[in-house]
């Protein structure tokens, strides 16, 4: 069956840039959307389709994809942006989350 | 604005059955689909399945199929999610999102029910 694989965590140095990656068959058809989760909290959804981000999400977040690709990158992280990050696309089946990366900003 | 408002936490019995809703409002709500997506203790998202809010379509994960039914109820602007037949590892919190085109970008979340299945 299709599966999206993340890294289950990444640091980064305050202000400095991090680049989340999703691997997966499907996203040489459909594209990734990300999502951000802090604790005891629902997801939000921070980057989808090709590169957009929803209205109220800050431009350090921005999205890309190549071959099976998808990746998140945050410039210039915040330690507000300190979470679970996951990916989510289609799949022929229906819709895929990834495992989810766990942001620590240092 | 858009909202998803979930009903309360459910603390059921093994083999029982659970049933939780989700009110939309802000939107049209026959011009969306919900996806229910769920959350064990520590875990990663996981999704549940799909309908379609204009004609009632679903998509069921596999895993699932049998024992999860999604409908609507477009007079009220409502899905419900029933899981049957519960173990104890379909303790979880269980959201019900806005998907958005067919790409199914969840826009939009419920705040989250937690489920506990335990004897």
């Known amino acids: 069956s299709s599966e999206l694989t993340q890294d289950p965590a990444v640091s980064v140095a305050l202000g400095q840039t991090v680049r989340i990656t999703c691997q997966g068959d499907?996203?040489?058809?459909?594209?990734a959307s990300w999502y951000q989760q802090k604790p005891g909290q629902a997801p939000v959804l921070v980057i989808y389709?090709?590169?957009n981000r929803p209205s109220g999400i800050p431009d350090r977040f921005s999205g890309s994809s190549s071959g099976n690709t998808a990746s998140l990158t945050i410039t210039g992280a915040q330690a507000e942006d300190e979470a679970d990050y996951y990916c989510?696309?289609?799949?022929?089946?229906?819709?895929?989350f990834g495992g989810g990366t766990k942001l620590t900003v240092l | 604005q858009v909202q998803l408002v979930q009903s309360g936490a459910e603390v059921k019995k093994p083999g029982a059955s659970v049933k939780v809703s989700c009110k939309a409002s802000?939107?049209?709500?026959?011009?969306?689909?919900i996806s229910w997506v769920r959350q064990a203790p520590g875990q990663g998202l996981e999704w549940m399945g799909w309908?379609?809010?204009?004609?009632?379509?679903?998509n069921y994960a596999q895993k699932l199929q049998g024992r999860v039914t999604m409908t609507t109820d477009t007079s009220t602007s409502t899905a419900y999610m029933e899981l049957r037949s519960l173990r104890s590892d379909d303790t979880a919190v269980y959201y019900c999102?806005?998907?958005?085109?067919?790409?199914?970008?969840?826009?939009?979340w419920g705040q989250g029910t937690l489920v506990t299945v335990s004897s």
């Open positions: 499907s996203l040489r058809s459909y594209y």
């Open positions: 309908i379609s809010a204009y004609n009632g379509n679903t």
């Open positions: 999102a806005r998907d958005e085109g067919t790409a199914m970008v969840k826009d939009y």
């Open positions: 389709g090709k590169n």
């Open positions: 989510n696309s289609r799949d022929s089946s229906g819709n895929l």
């Open positions: 802000g939107y049209t709500f026959t011009s969306y689909g």
